[in-house]
């Protein structure tokens, strides 16, 4: 499985961003995808997760409200509306698929629960 990860751009506070995130490879594999981010000097954290069937969705608390994951199922994308964003928010966002032996709800916030990664976009905020 390859992720391509797009969108991240330089906006100002309070504007709105989507990211996109396309599979490719042995997609049919993917239970679930999810997007991490990493700002400067800080450890990778878990932004949000959807799985593909059900469709269940899962939110830190720091961007619940505010930010919406979704995908399609036909274009193997996930994607990540992001409104009312904040310098805190600033990161290298990355995608990440959750292949079968699927993980365990407790895990799914931490990268080592996913096993496929994208190469990341940058998304700064500015005050």
């Known amino acids: 499985v390859q992720l391509q990860a797009s969108g991240g751009g330089l906006v100002q506070a309070g504007d709105s961003l989507s990211l996109s995130c396309v599979a490719s490879?042995?997609?049919?594999?993917?239970?679930?995808m999810a997007w991490f981010r990493q700002a400067p000097g800080k450890e990778r954290e878990f932004v949000a997760r959807?799985?593909?069937?059900?469709?269940?969705?899962y939110y830190a608390d720091s961007v619940k409200g505010r930010f919406t994951i979704s995908g399609d199922n036909a274009k193997n994308a996930v994607y990540l509306q992001m409104n009312s964003l904040k310098p805190e928010d600033t990161a290298i966002y990355y995608c990440?698929?959750?292949?079968?032996?699927?993980?365990?709800?407790?895990?799914?916030?931490?990268?080592?629960?996913?096993?496929?990664w994208g190469q990341g976009t940058q998304v700064t905020v500015s005050s």
């Open positions: 959807m799985s593909w069937s059900p469709r269940n969705t």
């Open positions: 490879g042995r997609t049919f594999s993917i239970y679930a």
């Open positions: 990440a698929a959750d292949v079968p032996p699927r993980a365990i709800m407790s895990s799914i916030r931490y990268q080592a629960a996913y096993d496929y």
